[in-house]
């Protein structure tokens, strides 16, 4: 077999602006020396499944703007795949089958019959994929994808009934490979990774491949996107054909492509309000941040609603052994330390595992405010907007945090 692997030449095109030529010319030599480095670090990494999954790293754009979608294809990410809203699982398929969280938590197989039943079929192996629901009605949307794997269990299979797998039926779309009968896959690029899955792997009606586009250029970039939203999906993964698989890493070799921002913050502090305390809600807002992993803290961006009591408590009860008066390890700006309807009434003190929300954002804003997050000069990150998604259960690591360096790289572009 013949496989086409791509380069790229120094040079972008003459439409592109300076500023953005380089850029595009500091990624490539990044990615250059990246992948030399990743060469020698992968030909003796001591593979214990599980390890942390590989991540793509958020990218600013504007999706009218033909010109944002210059970026992903000019430093070589040319290789599309749909962004889906399920579970990033790990899969051990070997005597037996074993499936992880991206938090490396093992879930019980048997409680997706309809999964496990065609995984055995696979070529003895570990795998990367992402679990979600299967289309079974006409109008079937990101939602749907992610309601499925939300009803159903995941860890007690006496939860498990008849009537929740027909009415919530999943599928596991595969997009990488570790290993595959015994041979290390790692250190091989993306192109030739995907070559022998391809080879290998012979789809079933709850087993796939994710689907492959391949584009040369901005114009065919943002025309899949937007056929992508029109379609409801809730964006795209833009990849380097020549990247290896380096657990744990989050870089621009793989970058995602979402019509809005999501963050994964974690939770500081609650607010309380006497409409919240009438109520009987736990109560009115949280405040929510990014880690820095320069300090090994935490630092605040944003304060969130949730109106629907049921998710706060949802919330509360995960966090409320927690909560005390004040915690070490975050990080408030002295504007808001100066205001004390800023502070919130309890912080939350953390040991191993983290409270992670979903956080929708219009847009990243880097000025004067009460926020700590990469704070110099008076400046410091906030969230234009922020609106709760969901509470994520699969990620509870203090390396699932958003950092405050990827806030800052976004931001700055």
Known sequence: MVIFIPTLINIVPDSINHKMASKILRERDKKQARRRRERIELKDFDMKFPVAPKKPSEFKFDKDNI??????????????????????????????????????????????????????????????????????????????????????????????????????????????????????????????????????????????????????????????????IDNNYEGLIAKDPLSFYVPGSRDNDWIKLKEFLTLDLAVLGFYSTESSKRLGKPFAAVLVGSYNTETCKFETVAKVKIGAIKKQEEIYQRIKHLLCDKADNVVFSPEMLKIKKKIPEKVVKYGSDIVILEVQTQDITYNGNWHSCGLENEKAHSLRLPTFKQLRKDKTRISDVTTTQQIHDYYFG
Request: aromatic residues 10%.
């Open 67 to 228: 010109d944002s979608f210059e970026y992903p294809v000019a430093i070589g990410n040319r290789v599309i795949e749909k962004k889906s809203d399920g579970y990033c699982v790990l899969l051990s398929v070997n005597n037996e089958i074993k499936m992880y969280s991206s938090n490396l938590n093992e879930w019980d197989i048997r409680c997706f019959p309809e999964v496990s039943g065609e995984l055995v079929k696979l070529p003895h192996g570990y795998y990367h994929g992402e679990l979600l629901g299967l289309k079974n009605a006409d109008r079937f949307t990101s939602l749907d994808e992610y309601t499925a794997i939300q009803k159903r269990p995941k860890t007690n299979i006496n939860d498990v009934t008849k009537e929740l797998i027909e009415k919530y039926p999943l599928k596991i779309d595969i997009f990488d490979s570790l290993i595959i009968e015994d041979k290390a896959m790692l250190s091989k690029p993306l192109v030739k990774r995907r070559a022998v899955l391809e080879d290998m792997i012979e789809e079933t009606e709850h087993v796939n491949l994710i689907h492959q586009w391949k584009v040369n250029n901005k114009e065919d970039l943002q025309k899949l996107f937007l056929w992508a």
